[in-house]
């Protein structure tokens, strides 16, 4: 079993950062995969970025590539967002999950943890 605390949202301005993190209770939190997700008010959840258990193999979605970077370290149990470039499309409740996938996946049926999520609001 894992539980997953997500931290580090909050109220920023367009063209800053915010980093989130995720920290894991489970010891067994190196044989997970992990990935985040994201619900904008209105809108169904949609993937943002996902990270291999090893840490070696990445995913992210078109929308954030070249902005956001998914990290974990895995003597911590805890995955990072490093959010940077925000913009107010970005303002929504992030999630992060963790799955027994060996690849990266934008699936949300392949996780099996969630976090309770923490705001994001991202000002014009």
């Known amino acids: 079993q894992v539980q997953l605390v997500e931290s580090g949202g909050g109220l920023v301005q367009a063209g800053g950062s915010l980093r989130l993190s995720c920290a894991a209770s489970e010891l067994t939190f190196t044989n997970y995969g992990m990935g985040w997700f994201r619900q904008a008010p209105g809108k169904e959840r949609e993937f943002v970025a996902a990270?291999?258990?090893?840490?070696?193999?990445?995913y992210y979605a078109e929308s954030v590539k070249g902005r956001f970077t998914i990290s974990r370290d895995n003597a911590k149990n805890t995955v990072y967002l490093q959010m940077n470039s925000l913009k107010p499309e970005d303002t929504a409740v992030y999630y992060c999950?963790?799955?027994?996938?060996?690849?990266?996946?934008?699936?949300?049926?392949?996780?099996?943890?969630w976090g309770q999520g923490t705001q994001v609001t991202v000002s014009s």
């Open positions: 990270i291999s258990w090893s840490g070696g193999n990445t």
């Open positions: 999950a963790a799955g027994l996938v060996v690849v990266p996946v934008n699936r949300e049926f392949e996780y099996d943890y």
